[in-house]
């Protein structure tokens, strides 16, 4: 019998037994994260670097991507050098580091597409009024309590998590999921962290609902542009930020309600990988592509340096 006094330490999943297979992990994860870092702070840069970029869409826009450095960040790295050194352990303090960390960026990048979502809705809705309801002071006050919010949510599913007594210590999983630690539990303890889920669950379907209540709105506003070419700048303004909501939710989603119906380690690990690195890695990509603000600045930068 083991509990949270007495483990000292996790084993996690390994991606393969095969040294061979490891080095080919190594080297494909250690890309992946190499390209997330580099797209996501050359996105901050260049936000930052150009003044006709500081409005609160790409204000957002480079909070989004300074989360998203830190929710891949809190997976990957641990997982690339286990790979590489052979071994499964992570510390019990890591293990709470990492759940904690990565229950909050994830949280917080939720809410984060939410306050995006209501700048869009201004933009085009009530374009009038945008300026005096997304000034300064305002889209920092929205930054900051997703921020809040997002530790609010780290600490209630990190105290629950980790307050119930574990008969094991070997974690089914590359990195500590909150639900294979709670299969590891030999008490009814985990009740609590059940409770703290579906009170987070009724807010997440809460913001869920406004989001697509405000695209609903933001569709038919479109609609009624009378020019085409309108109609297209509109569309390409929210376009990208449907995309990334659209990633996030999807690979969120597969992955949590396919808990249950997982037959194989080997499927949980895939539908882990694709929530946990895909949106980070994927995220700059889809506003390079799509914003041609964003790359005409990234073009000026490259050209000044």
Known sequence: MFNQSIVKGFLLLEFSEIREL???CFVTFFI???????????VINVVALNQYLHTPMYFFLANLSAVDLGYISVTIPKAIANTILGTRHISY?????????????????????????YDRYIAICNPLQY????????????VVSVLLIGLFYAVLHTSCTFGIIFCSNVINQFFCEIPQLLQLSCSNSYIFEGGAVIF???LGIGCFGFIIISYLQILKAVLRIPSVQGREKAISTCLPHLIVLFLFFFTGSIAYLGQASRSSSDMGLMLAVIYSIIPPFMNPIIYSIRNKDIKRALWRLINRK
């Open 22 to 24: 490891q080095i080919v």
């Open 131 to 142: 300026e005096l309801l997304m000034n300064k002071v305002s889209c920092i006050q929205m």
């Open 93 to 117: 303090s890591e293990c709470v580091a990492q759940v904690f960390f990565f229950v909050f960026f994830a949280s917080s990048e939720f809410f984060l597409l939410t306050v995006m979502a």
């Open 32 to 42: 992946i994260y190499l390209t997330a870092l580099t797209g996501n702070l050359l």
């Open 200 to 202: 987070c669950s009724v």
